[in-house]
């Protein structure tokens, strides 16, 4: 059996990832790149999803106002939030995967507010973003504190595996 390393190593190649920025001052293209192209394949290697040739996933990189509308016309919930995910498809943990994950869209003011309350650097926080709306794409969710407990202790895994300090401590 292939060691997590090489796991996440073949899924990044496996994955055709799309990323986009909308709006607000976020690193540049390239900075984000390698923060996804980081954070995806550890995400996938914790979560044990075994990706073929063709998957898709969409990154979107926009701004609070953005996202505002997405969550109030989604979840009813009219405010922004760090980081919304669409599934293309309903997952549940250990599905196989669709031939589209769906999207992640993150809101920069929220994010940047959210890193300097919690004295962390920016990329950290982006890159736990990532995960956990990778996580939730994959059918993880957080709504019971059982499913909190599962789905934060991928994310500190992967975390930990990129030498980011636990978010939750």
Not at 30 to 48: G, H, I, M, N, T
Not at 56 to 81: C, G, H, M, Y
Not at 105 to 128: D, F, S
């Amino acid at each position: 059996m292939p060691d997590n390393k090489t796991m996440a190593s073949a899924a990044a190649g496996a994955l055709d990832i799309d990323l986009m920025i909308e709006e607000g001052a976020w690193p540049s293209e390239d900075a984000l790149r390698a923060l996804v192209d980081r954070a995806v394949p550890v995400a996938l290697a914790e979560a044990e999803v075994e990706v073929i040739d063709g998957v898709e996933l969409s990154l979107v990189f926009t701004d609070d106002d953005a996202i505002q509308s997405l969550n109030a016309e989604w979840r009813q919930k009219d405010k922004p939030t760090n980081v919304l995910s669409f599934p293309a498809f309903p997952m549940a943990p250990g599905d196989p995967l669709p031939p589209m994950l769906g999207d992640i869209v993150l809101a920069y003011e929220t994010v940047v507010r959210e890193a300097e309350l919690e004295g962390k650097p920016l990329e950290n926080h982006i890159t736990h973003l990532i995960i956990h709306g990778l996580l939730h794409l994959l059918g993880y969710d957080h709504e019971t504190d059982e499913e909190a407990e599962e789905m934060e202790a991928l994310e500190r895994q992967a975390l930990a595996r990129l030498a980011i300090p636990d978010p939750y401590a």
